[in-house]
């Protein structure tokens, strides 16, 4: 089974607080687990990226959090605000393939 | 400026009318793709093409054609045999497989209703 499983759907958020959205996978020879964010009517943009030699990326306010045991990985925004109001999308690859298997989204809103 | 282009933005079609979105891009990558986006499901892909006249069928093939003439262009065809095509359709290319930095770029979408 290839699926990547994405929460929650739906989060909304203070402004200043913390967004975490979760991720988990099944496919063992993933590699590669890109963060893509999307606006509305946009098409979506790579956010950030992390691979499973790592347990964690940061870069900025967003941080991936990653657990190669549970094969679960998680995005978190920090002092997040309005401006980060769109949809996120997770996603694993595997090296030498040309496919990505995507998450089914989350919708988040920050409240100004 | 370099990036891939998707035209049109908006397309209206009747049922039983075959329709070709437009997809080029001129960041001079090996890969290219066609998702589907609806809501609620993610993006799914419908073909993906390696190299020049090559493709793949992806998770969702059913009702598309696709070719691959020249490394900038993968325009996707939408047949009368697809049988929900209203969607966001997306394009998007990567330098060449999954490894290193070859991540995808996406073109910024054709939402295709069917009247």
């Known amino acids: 089974q290839q699926q990547v499983k994405q929460s929650p759907q739906s989060l909304i958020v203070q402004k200043g607080g913390i967004s975490i959205i979760n991720c988990a996978y099944e496919n063992t020879a993933f590699d590669y687990f890109p963060w893509y964010q999307q606006f509305p009517g946009k098409g979506p943009a790579l956010l950030i990226a992390?691979?499973?030699?790592?347990s964690e990326k940061k870069e900025g306010r967003f941080t991936i959090s990653f657990n190669k045991s549970a094969k679960q990985f998680s995005l978190h925004i920090m002092d997040s605000q309005p401006g980060d109001s769109a949809t996120y999308f997770c996603?694993?690859?595997?090296?030498?393939?040309?496919?990505?298997?995507f998450g089914t989204g989350t919708r988040l809103k920050v409240l100004a | 400026d370099g990036g891939i282009t998707q035209s049109p933005k908006y397309l209206f079609r009747k049922e039983g009318q075959n329709v070709t979105l437009s997809c080029e891009q001129n960041l001079n990558h090996d890969a290219m793709y066609w998702y589907r986006q609806d809501p609620g499901q993610g993006l799914r892909l419908i073909y993906y093409?390696?190299?020049?006249?090559?493709?793949q069928k992806g998770d969702i093939a059913e009702g598309y054609s696709v070719s691959r003439e020249k490394k900038e262009s993968f325009p996707l065809t939408v047949t009368s045999a697809q049988k929900n095509p209203t969607a966001f359709y997306l394009c998007a290319s990567s330098p060449k497989g999954l490894a290193g930095r070859n991540e995808q770029f996406f073109g910024p979408g054709t939402r295709l209703t069917v009247l």
């Open positions: 093409s390696q190299i020049v006249n090559d493709f």
């Open positions: 996603a694993g690859g595997t090296s030498g393939t040309y496919k990505y298997i």
């Open positions: 992390i691979r499973p030699d790592v």
